[in-house]
């Protein structure tokens, strides 16, 4: 299979998935080769080498001297109904025995999801998250597995997920989203929280509005940005003095909400 693109350079990372639509479509990676094919003479391109181990994600092919090879060994299902359930991933570069080759590092971040305390704050709807770093973002990974819940996103419960993807560095913002697949599709949502695992910082994302078609603005897709521990103990401070409530959250229509 080839893919004609205009040249990224060197390959950081891959995000592979599939949509889980049809009966029985569970899916076991074995690995990918990625053949980038180079226009460079290889002594140019040995010349513009930095030192440092990110700087060798690929190997020149045993066949081709203008052809980089990059391997990303997974060996993991992608299956809706067992396992971690996961049906997206993201990949680092390895050697094709699966020895990773970038300084980068796979992450697992912790996801705390807290529905409100409202009548009829639950859900059974298909919910879906997306984190964005300081340069990357996870891709949107449904939140499916509950580690606290076997019913998830019912009133006044906190619901813990992990989502596995390359280091995203200082957290910005969040999007989140549910696709109103059931009748009366609508979620009190009060916060999300979000610990890096490599700085134990805790982040909030405040949003204390529904994500429904026939309530409020109508919005079930909602971004909203990161607050810092100091940061949310100051919007709270001001809050509590201004005596209204703060606007944490930026939304985005629905689709849904134009029917």
Not at 93 to 118: A, C, M
Not at 171 to 200: F, M, Q
């Amino acid at each position: 299979m080839g893919i004609q693109a205009p040249d990224i350079g060197q390959i950081q990372k891959i995000r592979i998935g599939h949509n889980s639509e049809k009966f029985g479509s569970a899916w076991y990676l074995e690995k990918v080769l990625i053949q980038r094919h180079l226009s460079e003479q290889p002594e140019k391109r040995k010349r513009g080498f930095k030192s440092g181990r990110s700087q060798r994600l690929s190997q020149i092919s045993a066949t081709d001297p203008n052809v980089e090879e990059y391997w990303f060994v997974c060996r993991q299902w992608f299956d809706k109904s067992s396992g971690d359930k996961a049906t997206v991933r993201e990949l680092l570069p390895t050697d094709e025995q699966g020895n990773i080759l970038s300084d980068r590092q796979e992450l697992t971040y912790e996801v705390h999801v807290f529905t409100g305390d409202k009548s009829g704050a639950g859900i059974d709807a298909n919910v879906f998250l997306t984190i964005y770093g300081e340069s990357e973002d996870t891709g949107e990974r449904e939140l499916q597995q509950s580690k606290t819940n076997r019913n998830k996103f019912e009133r006044n419960q906190e619901d813990v997920f992990e989502i596995k993807a390359a280091a995203l560095g200082k957290l910005k913002k969040i999007k989140i989203r549910h696709d109103d697949s059931n009748i009366g599709s609508a979620w009190y949502l009060d916060r999300v929280e979000i610990t890096d695992p490599e700085t134990n910082q805790l982040y909030h994302f405040v949003c204390q509005k529904w994500l429904a078609t026939d309530k409020d603005d109508g919005l079930i897709s909602r971004e909203i940005p990161a607050l810092e521990n100091k940061a949310l103990r100051l919007a709270a401070a001001r809050e509590s003095s201004a005596g209204s409530s703060v606007n944490y959250g930026l939304e985005m229509k629905s689709k849904f909400s134009q029917k």
